[in-house]
Protein backbone atom coordinates (compact mmCIF):
# COMPACT_ATOMS: atom_id res chain seq x y z
CA UNK A 1 0.00 0.00 0.00
CA UNK A 2 1.64 3.23 -0.74
CA UNK A 3 1.42 5.75 2.05
CA UNK A 4 -0.85 9.10 1.70
CA UNK A 5 1.46 12.22 0.27
CA UNK A 6 1.96 14.40 3.04
CA UNK A 7 2.39 17.83 1.76
CA UNK A 8 4.44 20.08 4.05
CA UNK A 9 4.66 24.21 4.35
CA UNK A 10 7.23 23.98 1.92
CA UNK A 11 4.75 22.90 -0.22
CA UNK A 12 2.04 24.96 -0.13
CA UNK A 13 4.24 28.10 -0.09
CA UNK A 14 5.82 26.51 -3.23
CA UNK A 15 2.29 26.40 -4.73
CA UNK A 16 1.62 30.19 -3.76
CA UNK A 17 4.48 31.12 -5.54
CA UNK A 18 3.59 29.63 -8.45
CA UNK A 19 0.22 31.13 -8.27
CA UNK A 20 1.82 34.79 -7.32
CA UNK A 21 4.00 34.12 -10.86
CA UNK A 22 1.10 32.97 -12.96
CA UNK A 23 -0.61 36.28 -11.79
CA UNK A 24 2.21 38.55 -12.72
CA UNK A 25 2.18 36.45 -15.87
CA UNK A 26 -1.55 37.40 -16.53
CA UNK A 27 -0.89 40.71 -16.23
CA UNK A 28 1.20 41.52 -19.35
CA UNK A 29 3.33 43.89 -18.17
CA UNK A 30 6.61 42.17 -17.68
CA UNK A 31 8.02 40.77 -20.98
CA UNK A 32 11.49 39.35 -19.24
CA UNK A 33 11.00 35.77 -18.33
CA UNK A 34 13.63 35.43 -16.79
CA UNK A 35 12.59 37.81 -14.00
CA UNK A 36 10.03 36.11 -13.33
CA UNK A 37 11.72 32.62 -13.78
CA UNK A 38 14.05 33.92 -10.74
CA UNK A 39 10.96 35.25 -8.49
CA UNK A 40 9.46 31.75 -9.06
CA UNK A 41 12.86 30.77 -7.31
CA UNK A 42 13.29 32.54 -4.74
CA UNK A 43 11.18 31.95 -1.34
CA UNK A 44 9.63 35.52 -0.43
CA UNK A 45 8.31 33.84 2.42
CA UNK A 46 11.60 33.18 3.72
CA UNK A 47 12.12 37.53 3.68
CA UNK A 48 9.27 38.06 5.62
CA UNK A 49 8.84 38.61 9.81
CA UNK A 50 6.64 35.36 11.04
CA UNK A 51 3.25 37.13 11.10
CA UNK A 52 3.35 38.16 7.99
CA UNK A 53 3.53 34.21 6.27
CA UNK A 54 0.46 33.67 5.58
CA UNK A 55 0.72 37.02 3.13
CA UNK A 56 4.04 36.08 1.73
CA UNK A 57 2.75 35.64 -1.89
CA UNK A 58 0.18 38.23 -1.72
CA UNK A 59 0.81 41.16 -4.42
CA UNK A 60 1.36 43.47 -1.95
CA UNK A 61 4.01 45.44 0.44
CA UNK A 62 4.40 43.83 4.08
CA UNK A 63 5.98 45.46 6.74
CA UNK A 64 9.20 44.30 7.60
CA UNK A 65 10.08 46.11 10.96
CA UNK A 66 11.78 49.77 11.52
CA UNK A 67 9.16 51.16 9.60
CA UNK A 68 10.48 49.74 6.48
CA UNK A 69 8.22 47.34 4.14
CA UNK A 70 9.25 44.45 1.56
CA UNK A 71 8.19 45.97 -1.64
CA UNK A 72 4.84 44.75 -4.14
CA UNK A 73 6.15 41.58 -6.07
CA UNK A 74 4.77 43.17 -9.47
CA UNK A 75 7.12 46.59 -8.44
CA UNK A 76 10.33 44.41 -8.13
CA UNK A 77 9.44 42.52 -11.47
CA UNK A 78 9.14 46.14 -12.88
CA UNK A 79 12.28 47.41 -11.85
CA UNK A 80 14.28 44.78 -12.05
CA UNK A 81 13.65 43.95 -15.66
CA UNK A 82 14.14 47.90 -15.83
CA UNK A 83 17.04 47.01 -15.18
CA UNK A 84 18.28 44.83 -18.59
CA UNK A 85 20.77 42.66 -16.85
CA UNK A 86 23.00 40.65 -18.26
CA UNK A 87 24.86 37.57 -15.80
CA UNK A 88 28.25 38.90 -14.69
CA UNK A 89 26.92 42.54 -14.11
CA UNK A 90 27.85 44.46 -11.13
CA UNK A 91 24.51 46.03 -9.55
CA UNK A 92 24.31 48.29 -6.17
CA UNK A 93 21.42 48.14 -4.49
CA UNK A 94 20.46 50.74 -1.91
CA UNK A 95 17.91 49.55 0.61
CA UNK A 96 18.01 45.83 1.82
CA UNK A 97 15.48 45.90 3.62
CA UNK A 98 14.91 41.95 4.33
CA UNK A 99 16.90 41.04 1.24
CA UNK A 100 14.35 39.64 -1.19
CA UNK A 101 15.51 42.25 -4.29
CA UNK A 102 19.03 41.21 -3.71
CA UNK A 103 18.16 37.30 -3.70
CA UNK A 104 15.94 38.14 -7.08
CA UNK A 105 18.98 39.42 -8.90
CA UNK A 106 21.37 37.27 -7.22
CA UNK A 107 18.96 34.74 -9.23
CA UNK A 108 19.86 36.25 -12.73
CA UNK A 109 23.76 35.49 -12.20
CA UNK A 110 24.74 39.14 -11.73
CA UNK A 111 26.97 40.32 -8.78
CA UNK A 112 25.10 42.01 -6.05
CA UNK A 113 26.23 44.60 -3.31
CA UNK A 114 23.52 46.09 -0.74
CA UNK A 115 23.85 48.93 1.50
CA UNK A 116 21.26 49.04 4.25
CA UNK A 117 21.66 51.86 6.80
CA UNK A 118 19.57 50.24 9.61
CA UNK A 119 21.83 48.03 11.19
CA UNK A 120 19.06 45.59 12.39
CA UNK A 121 17.57 44.89 8.86
CA UNK A 122 21.15 44.48 7.59
CA UNK A 123 22.03 41.99 10.28
CA UNK A 124 19.00 39.88 9.47
CA UNK A 125 19.38 40.36 5.68
CA UNK A 126 22.49 38.88 5.86
CA UNK A 127 20.87 35.84 7.74
CA UNK A 128 17.73 35.58 5.35
CA UNK A 129 19.85 35.41 1.86
CA UNK A 130 22.45 33.26 3.57
CA UNK A 131 19.70 30.91 4.51
CA UNK A 132 17.92 31.03 1.38
CA UNK A 133 21.68 30.09 -0.49
CA UNK A 134 22.21 33.83 -1.25
CA UNK A 135 25.25 34.22 0.83
CA UNK A 136 27.16 35.96 -1.89
CA UNK A 137 25.54 38.86 -2.03
CA UNK A 138 27.07 41.16 0.51
CA UNK A 139 25.61 43.80 2.51
CA UNK A 140 27.08 47.26 4.14
CA UNK A 141 25.67 48.65 7.39
CA UNK A 142 25.96 52.36 5.96
CA UNK A 143 23.94 55.59 4.70
CA UNK A 144 23.01 54.20 0.82
CA UNK A 145 23.03 57.72 -0.61
CA UNK A 146 26.81 57.57 -0.94
CA UNK A 147 26.93 54.25 -2.60
CA UNK A 148 29.62 52.01 -2.09
CA UNK A 149 32.27 53.57 -3.49
CA UNK A 150 34.56 50.28 -3.24
CA UNK A 151 32.90 48.26 -6.23
CA UNK A 152 31.77 50.91 -8.43
CA UNK A 153 31.76 51.62 -11.55
CA UNK A 154 28.08 49.97 -11.62
CA UNK A 155 26.31 48.30 -14.57
CA UNK A 156 23.18 48.88 -12.24
CA UNK A 157 22.02 50.55 -9.67
CA UNK A 158 18.35 49.87 -8.14
CA UNK A 159 17.27 51.81 -5.13
CA UNK A 160 14.85 50.60 -2.75
CA UNK A 161 13.75 53.90 -0.90
CA UNK A 162 12.42 57.41 -2.10
CA UNK A 163 14.64 60.53 -2.15
CA UNK A 164 13.28 63.59 -3.26
CA UNK A 165 15.89 64.25 -5.74
CA UNK A 166 18.58 62.10 -7.54
CA UNK A 167 21.31 61.28 -5.27
CA UNK A 168 24.72 62.40 -7.03
CA UNK A 169 26.92 59.47 -5.60
CA UNK A 170 24.64 57.45 -7.38
CA UNK A 171 24.85 58.88 -10.67
CA UNK A 172 29.10 59.13 -10.29
CA UNK A 173 28.83 55.29 -9.92
CA UNK A 174 26.95 54.12 -12.60
CA UNK A 175 29.28 52.97 -16.03
CA UNK A 176 29.02 54.62 -19.00
CA UNK A 177 26.02 52.68 -20.48
CA UNK A 178 24.55 51.69 -17.15
CA UNK A 179 21.02 51.85 -15.30
CA UNK A 180 19.45 53.66 -12.59
CA UNK A 181 16.38 52.76 -11.27
CA UNK A 182 14.69 54.97 -8.79
CA UNK A 183 11.99 56.27 -7.17
CA UNK A 184 11.76 59.65 -6.21
CA UNK A 185 9.33 62.26 -5.02
CA UNK A 186 8.28 63.95 -1.26
CA UNK A 187 6.85 61.38 1.37
CA UNK A 188 3.41 60.92 0.42
CA UNK A 189 1.57 58.11 -1.08
CA UNK A 190 2.87 58.47 -4.24
CA UNK A 191 6.42 59.28 -5.69
CA UNK A 192 7.81 58.45 -9.40
CA UNK A 193 9.84 55.44 -10.65
CA UNK A 194 12.71 56.74 -12.68
CA UNK A 195 14.83 54.65 -14.95
CA UNK A 196 18.29 57.07 -15.74
CA UNK A 197 20.54 56.12 -18.45
CA UNK A 198 23.88 56.48 -18.14
CA UNK A 199 24.79 57.98 -21.92
CA UNK A 200 28.03 59.97 -23.54
CA UNK A 201 26.11 62.87 -23.61
CA UNK A 202 24.47 62.84 -20.40
CA UNK A 203 21.66 61.08 -18.60
CA UNK A 204 18.59 59.94 -20.53
CA UNK A 205 15.69 59.64 -18.22
CA UNK A 206 12.37 57.56 -18.51
CA UNK A 207 9.27 57.78 -16.70
CA UNK A 208 7.87 53.82 -14.98
CA UNK A 209 5.22 55.41 -13.77
CA UNK A 210 3.64 56.39 -10.06
CA UNK A 211 4.77 54.03 -7.37
CA UNK A 212 4.37 54.39 -2.80
CA UNK A 213 8.15 54.06 -1.29
CA UNK A 214 8.81 54.24 1.88
CA UNK A 215 11.13 57.76 2.04
CA UNK A 216 14.81 57.85 1.91
CA UNK A 217 16.63 58.09 5.84
CA UNK A 218 19.62 59.09 6.41
CA UNK A 219 21.57 62.02 3.72
CA UNK A 220 18.62 61.04 1.19
CA UNK A 221 16.16 62.59 3.54
CA UNK A 222 17.76 65.86 3.64
CA UNK A 223 16.10 68.40 0.59
CA UNK A 224 17.98 68.79 -2.03
CA UNK A 225 18.94 72.38 -0.45
CA UNK A 226 20.59 70.54 2.17
CA UNK A 227 23.51 68.09 0.58
Known sequence: MTPARQDGPETAFALKRDALIDQLTAFGEIRDARVLDAMRRVPRHAFVRAEH???AYANHPLPIG?????SQPLVVAIMTEALALSPGDRVLE???GSGYQAAVLAELG???YSVEILPALATWARSNLMRAGHGGVQVLTA???DGWREHAPYDAIIVTAAPDHIPSPLVRQLRLGGRLVIPVGPPGFYQTLWLLEQRADGLQSTNLGPVAFVPFTGQGAKPRGGE
Open 110 to 112: VEV
Open 66 to 70: EGQTI
Open 94 to 96: IGT
Open 143 to 145: DGY
Open 53 to 55: LDE
